[in-house]
């Protein structure tokens, strides 16, 4: 069982709502990650999160969000998104960053729908 | 691109076989990492193998690594109709610190 927990695990947004997937992990780590991922593809690094501070953006589309509450806690805020972003969202979280070799995490996804 | 290219995309085999996947990447890396993904669900860490490592184990799995090919390599030793999934590389550029990259996949289909 993975310690990152996602929520919702299934979302379905029409083009004009806002809505938010969130992201929590109680084991102590200080870097948490965004990828997207679609269908027989491989997930793709959308934020990556340093010690509470956005520290990678992929050149991600504003109507994407992301906020790190504190660092248990990371949500991504939706807005206005389009159909082909229609996707499975991974959440993530390592000790540190990846470069020190440390291990990610992954939740077990939010499915988005975009209609 | 960084990504790192696997192959065999797709690779069935019997119960009871070996099944090796490659992993290819373009520049000087920190680390690699494995990872298997069930459909549909989150991606599961397999082992990590730095890049002063050559050859890393645990359990039925066994990684290799070489750094003047720019290649790795999983063995999954005595397959089980449980190993069928996506099986993906994860590259930590030493230009792009911080940012583990994944390559296309390996689908393996373990036949009971």
């Known amino acids: 069982d993975t310690e990152v927990t996602q929520t919702p695990k299934h979302l379905v947004m029409g083009m004009t709502n806002k809505k938010s997937l969130k992201c929590e992990q109680h084991?102590?780590?200080?870097?948490m990650y965004w990828y997207k991922q679609k269908a027989k593809k491989p997930p793709e690094l959308m934020f990556v999160?340093?010690?509470?501070?956005?520290?990678i953006n992929e050149s991600v589309p504003s109507r994407f969000s992301p906020e790190c509450p504190n660092s248990s806690l990371l949500n991504l805020h939706l807005h206005a998104l389009q159909p082909e972003d229609s996707a499975l969202y991974l959440c993530a979280s390592s000790r540190a960053g990846t470069e020190l070799g440390n291990t990610i995490y992954f939740g077990e996804g939010s499915w988005l729908t975009v209609v | 691109s960084q990504q790192g290219e696997e192959d065999p995309q797709a690779l069935s085999i019997q119960e009871g076989e070996n099944a090796t996947m490659n992993c290819s990447y373009k520049?000087?890396?920190?680390?690699l990492q494995w990872y298997r993904q069930n459909s549909g669900r989150g991606l599961v860490h397999l082992i990590l193998?730095?890049?002063?490592?050559r050859e890393k184990h645990s359990g039925r799995l066994r990684v290799t690594l070489d750094t003047s090919k720019k290649s790795s390599s999983l063995l999954i030793t005595a397959s089980r109709a449980a190993d069928t999934a996506s099986y993906f590389c994860a590259t930590d550029y030493n230009t792009n610190a911080g940012k583990s990259t994944f390559g296309d996949g390996t689908t393996l289909t373990v036949k009971p």
């Open positions: 084991m102590g780590h200080r870097a």
């Open positions: 193998i730095r890049s002063n490592e």
């Open positions: 999160y340093s010690y509470e501070k956005l520290s």
């Open positions: 520049t000087s890396i920190n680390n």
